[in-house]
């Protein structure tokens, strides 16, 4: 079983910036897409962004230009950089690893964001 820790959330004002964690100590970590989602309250979680194997980044157009998404594979950890945050990406925000050689998929705890003045 892979874990997989989230740290990073917290309460900021609208406009400001917040850095968002995911590590594991799983051996496989090189191998895996990575990827963050977003569960806003009382809406489905949706895809944010996400990061191969080869650093191939992509993201949701209602963060592009503000979220980047990226990875050390020597700490075994994904980051998100979150900049310019408004109110409606209040949310709780979870990782996922999914592993290129054997398909599996995992889940991290969540840690919530809020955007309030």
């Known amino acids: 079983q892979v874990q997989l820790v989230e740290s990073g959330g917290g309460l900021v004002q609208p406009g400001g910036s917040l850095r968002l964690s995911c590590a594991t100590s799983?051996?496989?970590?090189?191998?895996?897409?990575m990827a963050w989602y977003r569960q806003p309250p009382g809406k489905q979680r949706a895809l944010v962004a996400e990061?191969?194997?080869?650093?191939?980044?992509s993201y949701a157009d209602s963060v592009k230009g503000r979220f980047t998404i990226s990875r050390d594979n020597a700490r075994k950890t994904m980051y998100r950089q979150m900049n310019s945050l408004k109110p409606e990406d209040t949310a709780g925000y979870y990782c996922?690893?999914?592993?290129?050689?054997?398909?599996?998929?995992?889940w991290g705890q969540g840690t919530q964001v809020t955007v309030s003045p």
């Open positions: 799983a051996r496989g970590f090189s191998v895996y897409t």
């Open positions: 996922k690893a999914g592993s290129v050689v054997s398909g599996r998929e995992w």
């Open positions: 990061i191969t194997i080869n650093a191939t980044t």
